[in-house]
Structures are given as structure tokens and as C-alpha cells.
């Protein structure tokens, strides 16, 4: 029987490797396709932004952020002279924790920043926690931008609902902040859209209730060309699945791009902006959903269909993109998946991106004119001198013989029988795993264990069928087909009964939680990051946010609320639990950690909490996942020890 390694330093060393954040991602391509810009860890948890030339390898830091002061959270280029950035910070308010986020305009060389759209004074709590959004690049004019920028009417103190003028479309100069309105400001603009030419003419409008919270619906509106008037295209909702959902202007302006849910399928369609109410059907998948559109280039033209089945795909309309896509794939080593992510404005150089399970990935640049591939930058080198577990993609029955898809990662070492397990829900639960490079199945793997990453019913991505009513409201279908696996694992003779453990973040958290609540006798441990642990909690906890009635929508009430929340249920949970959280967390609320904790010391079972200050949902800290790792390991190998 194989079994996990014991020896302090093996796990030492595979946590530092596998907990290091990549040393590059966000990279676009320059309009002259002759540079780049991306994003490279500075220290354990802070950022730099670096401007990189291709052929002399020259690099430029234009922000750089040791202190985790905020988040780069993506640069494009404005112009071949200047980049725009957005920053992300956490504050305190008033009792009430909060996201900041902030447009700088860059100058490509490092001379000048400034700050973009509005500003917003992060010592108060107000509607508005956005300086903006950049909804036209207007690559033809490299001085301005079109923008939507909420304008406040009044600063509150203590909610985050409160008095607003609403959302504008401004003529923003990127060299100086100057604006200028194009729409006006309106409670009930909700966004804006532009046919990336400088014509805003795409909004959503709804309204809030009387309570300041907004409501479940929208109304999308277009105009034709050269027309100031708005018509109706259609409604959708922000809650669950969204019945429809715009999806940018095709190269012409004389249509829109809709994600429509047709069939109990999102598909892709082409909607005539003349009032003639033409339709055209671009892409729909028979057995997935289709996830959005690829756009590159000076005017972020569309270039093809994205969706997932068990890779990621894209169903090019392009199909000179496809055609070399598929090219560049079979010339690189092992002929790992490739996409191209972006390209100059002249249309002669791509920004490649290739990498799969056994390959965390690499950028390369495509000279068209001259064939030449450039290797750019590679995510995790450090991970090279470790053999990569191989990864397949399998299904199991549920109990009602339903078909679940799954991601199987074996450890390497040609054992296959009897082993230690590891089942890993993914978050969400709007989500659902793909096959490719998963630093956390690779660490367990390399440890020695199984991995088993289910796609099950709850999941996004399969249809209105598979997501049911959420992962949530159905809890008992998402976590049955969850220990389903498990099961299956220990029926095939690939787990040691007795050696099978749970392990999520987010979403997958609260299943790790819930499984042991469901099946108390089916695992041996349980590890969960940043877990939902009570649903009430959950929708108390939104009471000072404009969400709130689309939180309570999306969970509902019934007996789902207390039999579904593993914090009012700790009493059945029969294992030792390791649950590990930061104390910034925007997404799911410090307190459901707190709450399982003291219902497990209540309940008097064996478990821990470990609560990382400074950090958000996703714990963006070399030395603290590697730490959140380490002990991940010896919780799990002194647990299945026994």
C-alpha cells in the first residue's frame, strides 16, 4: 500500500514550491506587438507591474506594491505610451469591511501616473466603491477613454446603501482626469456599454426597492447606429442563471452579441440593433454551456465562441486564428493546448498562451510575417524539477445513475490500487473544474494521494438541468454526488477505505464541511479554505449591502437553511476538521469560519482554525500557502495515520 510521505523536509519543500504564486500573469501585448506588460510577485504578497521589451528583454517597473498595500488586478495598453491599471484595496468602514477599486493611467515609460474616473475617499462608506470602468478604449484617440463613473450625491456613513446621482458615461483624458459627460448621470443606469468606436449604446437600467436594496431585474437597451434613442432588447436578472446577457457589438456595430439560455443551454447570438428584431443563432453547444466571446486587438474585435467541456475551447469565426491556434499547439514540446490571447493592432504579432495538466503554462509571441515563436515568460519554472501526476478525465455513477464528470489525478509511481484519497470540490458553486495545471491536485499528488475533482450537479457550465437551484438550495444532490465519488474511488479498489480524506476552498469548503455532515462515516478528515458554514449567516451578513435581496433570492428559505448549514450541524461531523480563512475575506465573511469553530468546540470535536490577518478569499501569499499546505499535509497524514 502506498502512503503519504512523513518526512518534514519532503513536505517542507513541495509546500514552498507548490504554495509560491506564479512569477508572472495578466500579460497583454503592446500595440506594436514589440512589448509586454504583466504582473510579477514582489516579495511574499506584493506586486509589481513591469513593462518588458521582447527582444532585448529590457524590463521597466511601472507600480510596484511590497507592502500588499492592494492588488494589481489587470493592465492593458491605452496607447504604445501609456497603460491603465486597475488596483484593488480592502478597508474597514465603520464595522463594515470593503472593496476599493482604483483606475491609474501610466505612461509606459514610468514618467507620470494618474488616477482615472471618480474619486472616492476610502475613509468613507459610500454607494460607489469603483472610480470607474473603461467601457471604450478608443485606440484611435490616444488621449481619452469612455468611462462609466458613479457620482455620489451624498457620502453615508455606516451602510454601504445610501443616496446617489447614479451612473454616467464620461469623455475621460487619460493624461489629466479632465471629463466630460456623454450620458448623464441616472439611479437607475446599471451599466454601459460601447460599440468600441466611441458610441456608447449599449445600458441596463433597473431600480432599487424601498429599502435601498437593488432588485432582481434589469432591462438591457440599445441603440442603432448614429441614433440617440434607446429600445428595449430584452430583461435579465442578476440572481442565478441570467436569462440574458449582453455581450459586446460585432466588428460592424450593426448587431450585438447576446448570451442567451435557449434549450436549458447558454448559447451565442447575433441581435440586430435596427429595430428589425433579426436574430441569428452563432454558436451553441449540444451537452455545455457557452461561456462568453475571445476578443483581441485594437478594437477588441470578436474572434470566436468560448466554453468548456473538459478543456477550455474556443469555436473560432476567424478562421485563420483557428488554423494557426491548432499549428502552434502541434509545434510545441508535448502539443499542449494554445490560445491565442491577444494581438499588435497592425494584426502581425500574437500573444500565445500554451500549457495543459502536465504544464502550468508559458507566454510566447508569434511573428505571422516571419513564422518566428518567442518563448516569453514561463508561470512556474520552479515546478520543473518535479514530475507532473497525470490527470484524466473520468465519470462515476451518482446513486441515481447519473453520469458525474470528474478530473482523476494519480500520484506518479505506477501504483494504482489501495491508496490515499483526496476528493476536492471545487468552489463556486456557479463554477466547475476544467482539465489543466491545478497547483493544489499537483501538491496532494505529489504527496502521494489520489485527487478527485467532481463536476457535480450544482456546478455551472452544463446547463439549467445540471446547476439545479444552486449548490446551496440543492445542497443534498451537490453533496451526494460529491461522496458518490468517494464511493466509486473505494469500489474500483483505488482508495484505502480507511485513508479517505476531503479537502475545498469557497464553495468546495463548505462541501468538505457538509459532506461529513451528510455521511459522517465516509471520510477520515476534513481541510476547509474560506468555507460557508451557516446560510442564514450568510444572508444576515449582506443586510448593509445593495446585493442583500439578491443574496436571499439566490439562497432562499426552508429547511435548507438549517439541515444545509454545517455550523448548525457540527454534532454529526465525525472527523478531525482543519479550516484555514483571512481575516479580509470579501467573499465569504470571516465570521462562518468563527461560527463553525465555536460550533465544533461546542459540539466538542477535534479540529483547528487558522486565521491569516491581512488577507482576502484567495490567501495571495507565498509564505502563507505554503504554510496553509504544510499543514494541510500533516493534518491529513496524522488523521489517516489512525
Given at each position: 500500500?502506498a502512503?503519504?510521505?512523513v518526512?518534514?523536509?519532503?513536505?517542507?519543500?513541495l509546500?514552498t514550491a507548490?504554495?509560491?504564486?506564479?512569477?508572472?500573469?495578466g500579460?497583454q501585448?503592446s500595440?506594436?506587438?514589440?512589448?509586454i506588460?504583466y504582473?510579477?510577485p514582489?516579495?511574499?504578497?506584493g506586486?509589481?507591474?513591469?513593462?518588458?521589451?521582447v527582444?532585448?528583454?529590457?524590463?521597466?517597473?511601472?507600480?510596484?506594491?511590497?507592502?500588499?498595500?492592494?492588488e494589481?488586478?489587470w493592465?492593458?495598453?491605452?496607447?504604445?505610451?501609456r497603460?491603465i491599471?486597475?488596483f484593488?484595496a480592502?478597508r474597514?468602514?465603520?464595522?463594515?469591511?470593503?472593496g476599493f477599486?482604483?483606475?491609474?493611467?501610466?505612461?509606459?515609460d514610468?514618467?507620470?501616473?494618474?488616477?482615472?474616473g471618480g474619486?472616492?475617499d476610502?475613509?468613507?462608506?459610500e454607494?460607489a466603491t469603483s472610480?470607474g470602468r473603461?467601457?471604450d478604449?478608443?485606440p484611435?484617440d490616444p488621449?481619452?477613454?469612455?468611462?462609466?463613473v458613479?457620482v455620489?450625491?451624498?457620502e453615508t456613513?455606516g451602510?454601504?446603501?445610501?443616496?446617489?446621482?447614479?451612473m454616467s458615461a464620461?469623455l475621460?483624458?487619460v493624461?489629466t482626469n479632465?471629463?466630460?459627460n456623454?450620458e448623464?448621470?441616472n439611479?437607475?443606469?446599471?451599466?454601459f456599454g460601447?460599440?468600441?468606436?466611441?458610441n456608447?449604446?449599449f445600458?441596463?437600467v433597473g431600480?432599487?426597492d424601498?429599502d435601498?436594496?437593488?432588485?432582481?431585474?434589469?432591462?438591457l437597451?440599445?441603440?442603432a447606429k448614429g441614433?440617440k434613442?434607446?429600445k428595449?432588447?430584452?430583461?435579465?436578472?442578476?440572481s442565478g442563471?441570467r436569462p440574458?446577457e449582453?455581450a459586446?457589438?460585432d466588428e460592424s456595430?450593426d448587431n450585438?452579441?447576446v448570451?442567451?439560455?435557449?434549450d436549458?443551454?447558454?448559447?451565442l447570438?447575433?441581435?440586430a440593433?435596427?429595430?428589425?428584431d433579426?436574430?441569428e443563432?452563432t454558436?451553441a453547444?449540444?451537452?455545455?454551456?457557452?461561456?462568453g466571446l475571445?476578443r483581441?486587438?485594437?478594437?477588441?474585435?470578436?474572434?470566436g465562441a468560448?466554453y468548456a467541456?473538459?478543456f477550455?475551447?474556443v469555436?473560432?469565426?476567424d478562421?485563420v486564428l483557428?488554423k494557426?491556434?491548432?499549428?502552434?499547439?502541434?509545434a510545441?514540446p508535448?502539443k499542449?493546448?494554445?490560445?491565442i490571447?491577444d494581438?499588435?493592432w497592425d494584426?502581425v504579432?500574437?500573444l500565445?498562451f500554451?500549457?495543459?495538466?502536465n504544464?502550468?503554462?508559458?507566454y510566447y509571441?508569434?511573428?505571422?510575417a516571419?513564422?518566428?515563436?518567442?518563448?516569453l515568460?514561463?508561470?512556474r519554472?520552479?515546478l520543473?524539477?518535479?514530475k507532473?501526476?497525470?490527470?484524466?478525465?473520468v465519470?462515476?455513477?451518482?446513486a441515481?445513475g447519473?453520469?458525474?464528470?470528474?478530473?482523476l489525478?494519480m500520484?506518479?509511481?505506477?501504483?494504482?490500487?489501495?491508496?490515499?484519497v483526496i476528493?476536492?470540490?471545487?468552489?463556486g458553486?456557479?463554477?466547475r473544474d476544467?482539465h489543466?495545471f491545478?497547483?493544489l491536485?499537483?501538491?496532494?499528488a505529489?504527496l502521494?494521494?489520489?485527487?478527485l475533482?467532481?463536476?457535480y450537479r450544482g456546478s455551472?457550465?452544463?446547463?439549467?438541468?445540471?446547476y439545479?437551484?444552486n449548490?446551496?438550495v440543492?445542497?443534498?444532490?451537490?453533496?451526494?454526488?460529491?461522496?458518490?465519488?468517494?464511493r466509486?474511488l473505494v469500489a474500483r479498489g483505488?482508495a484505502?477505505?480507511?485513508?479517505?480524506?476531503i479537502?475545498g476552498?469557497s464553495?468546495?469548503g463548505?462541501a468538505?464541511?457538509?459532506?461529513?455532515v451528510l455521511?459522517?462515516?465516509?471520510?477520515?478528515?476534513?481541510v476547509?479554505?474560506?468555507?460557508?458554514?451557516d446560510?442564514r449567516?450568510?444572508?444576515?451578513?449582506?443586510v448593509?449591502?445593495?446585493?442583500?435581496?439578491?443574496?436571499?433570492?439566490e439562497?432562499?428559505?426552508?429547511?435548507?437553511?438549517?439541515e444545509?448549514?454545517p455550523?448548525?450541524n457540527?454534532?454529526k461531523?465525525m472527523?478531525?476538521?482543519l479550516?484555514?480563512?483571512?481575516d479580509q475575506?470579501?467573499?465569504?465573511d470571516?465570521k462562518?469560519?468563527k461560527?463553525m469553530d465555536?460550533?465544533l468546540?461546542s459540539?466538542?470535536?477535534?479540529?483547528?482554525?487558522?486565521?491569516?490577518p491581512g488577507l482576502?478569499?484567495q490567501l495571495?501569499?507565498?509564505?502563507v500557502?505554503?504554510d496553509?499546505?504544510?499543514?494541510s499535509a500533516?493534518?491529513?497524514?496524522?488523521?489517516?495515520?489512525?
Amino acid at each position: 500500500m502506498a502512503t503519504v510521505p512523513v518526512s518534514a523536509a519532503d513536505i517542507a519543500k513541495l509546500s514552498t514550491a507548490y504554495g509560491a504564486r506564479p512569477s508572472a500573469w495578466g500579460v497583454q501585448l503592446s500595440p506594436d506587438g514589440n512589448k509586454i506588460v504583466y504582473f510579477t510577485p514582489v516579495g511574499a504578497r506584493g506586486t509589481a507591474a513591469v513593462v518588458a521589451d521582447v527582444a532585448t528583454g529590457e524590463t521597466k517597473v511601472l507600480v510596484s506594491n511590497p507592502d500588499n498595500k492592494f492588488e494589481a488586478q489587470w493592465c492593458q495598453w491605452k496607447s504604445q505610451q501609456r497603460i491603465i491599471c486597475n488596483f484593488y484595496a480592502i478597508r474597514m468602514i465603520e464595522g463594515i469591511r470593503n472593496g476599493f477599486s482604483r483606475l491609474l493611467s501610466l505612461a509606459a515609460d514610468g514618467s507620470s501616473t494618474v488616477e482615472l474616473g471618480g474619486r472616492i475617499d476610502p475613509r468613507a462608506v459610500e454607494v460607489a466603491t469603483s472610480s470607474g470602468r473603461i467601457i471604450d478604449w478608443m485606440p484611435d484617440d490616444p488621449k481619452h477613454v469612455i468611462m462609466s463613473v458613479y457620482v455620489a450625491e451624498k457620502e453615508t456613513v455606516g451602510s454601504l446603501i445610501g443616496s446617489t446621482k447614479g451612473m454616467s458615461a464620461k469623455l475621460v483624458e487619460v493624461d489629466t482626469n479632465r471629463q466630460s459627460n456623454i450620458e448623464m448621470p441616472n439611479p437607475a443606469n446599471q451599466s454601459f456599454g460601447s460599440d468600441n468606436h466611441g458610441n456608447v449604446r449599449f445600458k441596463t437600467v433597473g431600480s432599487l426597492d424601498s429599502d435601498g436594496y437593488t432588485r432582481d431585474s434589469s432591462t438591457l437597451l440599445i441603440r442603432a447606429k448614429g441614433s440617440k434613442e434607446w429600445k428595449r432588447l430584452g430583461a435579465s436578472k442578476f440572481s442565478g442563471r441570467r436569462p440574458l446577457e449582453f455581450a459586446g457589438f460585432d466588428e460592424s456595430g450593426d448587431n450585438v452579441f447576446v448570451l442567451r439560455d435557449t434549450d436549458g443551454r447558454i448559447a451565442l447570438y447575433k441581435y440586430a440593433t435596427d429595430g428589425s428584431d433579426r436574430t441569428e443563432l452563432t454558436f451553441a453547444h449540444p451537452a455545455v454551456d457557452v461561456d462568453g466571446l475571445l476578443r483581441i486587438g485594437k478594437y477588441s474585435r470578436p474572434v470566436g465562441a468560448t466554453y468548456a467541456t473538459d478543456f477550455d475551447h474556443v469555436s473560432f469565426f476567424d478562421t485563420v486564428l483557428d488554423k494557426r491556434s491548432r499549428a502552434l499547439s502541434n509545434a510545441l514540446p508535448g502539443k499542449p493546448p494554445v490560445t491565442i490571447t491577444d494581438e499588435s493592432w497592425d494584426g502581425v504579432r500574437n500573444l500565445i498562451f500554451a500549457g495543459g495538466f502536465n504544464d502550468p503554462g508559458s507566454y510566447y509571441r508569434f511573428d505571422t510575417a516571419t513564422k518566428q515563436l518567442s518563448a516569453l515568460l514561463a508561470l512556474r519554472p520552479d515546478l520543473a524539477e518535479f514530475k507532473t501526476a497525470e490527470q484524466t478525465d473520468v465519470t462515476y455513477p451518482a446513486a441515481d445513475g447519473t453520469p458525474i464528470p470528474a478530473y482523476l489525478t494519480m500520484p506518479a509511481g505506477g501504483v494504482s490500487k489501495n491508496l490515499p484519497v483526496i476528493i476536492m470540490p471545487h468552489g463556486g458553486p456557479s463554477a466547475r473544474d476544467t482539465h489543466g495545471f491545478d497547483w493544489l491536485s499537483q501538491y496532494f499528488a505529489q504527496l502521494g494521494y489520489v485527487v478527485l475533482q467532481p463536476n457535480y450537479r450544482g456546478s455551472a457550465g452544463y446547463g439549467v438541468e445540471w446547476y439545479k437551484k444552486n449548490g446551496f438550495v440543492s445542497w443534498k444532490t451537490a453533496i451526494a454526488d460529491i461522496n458518490d465519488g468517494a464511493r466509486w474511488l473505494v469500489a474500483r479498489g483505488i482508495a484505502d477505505p480507511k485513508k479517505v480524506a476531503i479537502f475545498g476552498w469557497s464553495y468546495g469548503g463548505y462541501a468538505a464541511l457538509q459532506a461529513n455532515v451528510l455521511d459522517p462515516t465516509l471520510y477520515k478528515a476534513a481541510v476547509a479554505v474560506a468555507p460557508v458554514t451557516d446560510l442564514r449567516l450568510l444572508k444576515d451578513n449582506a443586510v448593509n449591502y445593495t446585493n442583500y435581496q439578491l443574496i436571499v433570492n439566490e439562497i432562499g428559505d426552508g429547511p435548507h437553511i438549517s439541515e444545509g448549514s454545517p455550523a448548525r450541524n457540527a454534532a454529526k461531523i465525525m472527523v478531525p476538521v482543519l479550516i484555514f480563512q483571512g481575516d479580509q475575506d470579501l467573499n465569504v465573511d470571516p465570521k462562518q469560519a468563527k461560527a463553525m469553530d465555536s460550533a465544533l468546540n461546542s459540539a466538542g470535536k477535534v479540529h483547528k482554525l487558522v486565521m491569516y490577518p491581512g488577507l482576502d478569499h484567495q490567501l495571495d501569499d507565498s509564505i502563507v500557502r505554503a504554510d496553509m499546505l504544510r499543514q494541510s499535509a500533516e493534518w491529513l497524514a496524522a488523521a489517516l495515520a489512525k
